[in-house]
């Protein structure tokens, strides 16, 4: 089955410091990865996403994201985090075309990022 | 400017009250869904649609119904508003071209707190 996991619910960050928030993911065959950014009352912003090629990918608001086919990861990083950054942050792998997830988006749980002065 | 929308931002009602939650879109996107998220939680795919006349179940049972009259308009409907409808709910789009994975793109939401 595919799915999708966040395993910290809370990351807190110093400004100025680099950030990382997790995600691992499970699919068969190529996996097509998301991040998303939620701020509070609002919908979700597309970051970034990787389909295939360079295993990092460059997005949105000076965010990047590593993608380790070894270790199933997706991990979303930012070498210097603001406190504008705090928000919530969701991963998301495609799932297949046929079966229950019929090629919708299954998102992570969301991690909750904190950035504090 | 290509955007989604959703109104109203935020509804609170009595409970046994009919209910239409609205999505528009001008992204010219086939697919729309619609997702339910506790605030500061994960989200649920309750509906979606390939396009006109196309509506589907998502992942999470809901009581809502949802209409996909023209390609950019995807209504949810609740007949009958209860407290445990209580949530909010957030409409997406995105192209449908199958093989590829295009990111969906989200409305601002809709808070609902029934009564």
């Known amino acids: 089955a595919q799915s999708v996991a966040q395993p910290e619910d809370q990351v807190n960050v110093a400004e100025g410091n680099p950030l990382t928030v997790k995600c691992t993911y499970s699919v068969s065959g190529n996996p097509y990865l998301f991040w998303y950014v939620q701020y509070p009352n609002r919908g979700l912003q597309f970051l970034l996403k990787?389909?295939?090629?360079?295993?990092l990918v460059k997005g949105s608001y000076g965010f990047e994201a590593e993608f380790n086919k070894s270790q199933t990861s997706f991990h979303l990083k930012k070498p210097s985090a603001l406190v504008s950054d705090s928000a919530l942050y969701f991963c998301a792998v495609r799932g297949l075309n046929y079966g229950g997830s019929q090629g919708n988006l299954i998102f992570g749980k969301g991690t909750k990022l904190s950035v504090k002065p | 400017e290509a955007d989604i929308y959703q109104t109203p931002r935020y509804l609170v009602i009595g409970t046994g009250k009919k209910i239409t939650l609205e999505c528009s879109q001008t992204m010219g996107h086939d697919k729309m869904y619609w997702y339910q998220q506790d605030p500061g939680m994960e989200l649920h795919l309750i509906h979606y649609?390939?396009?006109?006349?196309?509506?589907e179940k998502g992942d999470l049972s809901s009581e809502s119904t949802v209409s996909r009259i023209r390609t950019e308009h995807f209504p949810l409907t609740l007949e009958s508003a209860r407290p445990s409808h209580t949530s909010q709910y957030l409409c997406?789009?995105?192209?449908?071209?199958?093989?590829?994975?295009?990111?969906?793109?989200f409305g601002p939401g809709t808070r609902l707190t029934v009564l």
């Open positions: 997406a789009s995105s192209e449908y071209i199958s093989g590829r994975a295009d990111e969906q793109f």
């Open positions: 649609s390939y396009g006109v006349n196309s509506t």
């Open positions: 990787y389909i295939t090629g360079d295993n």
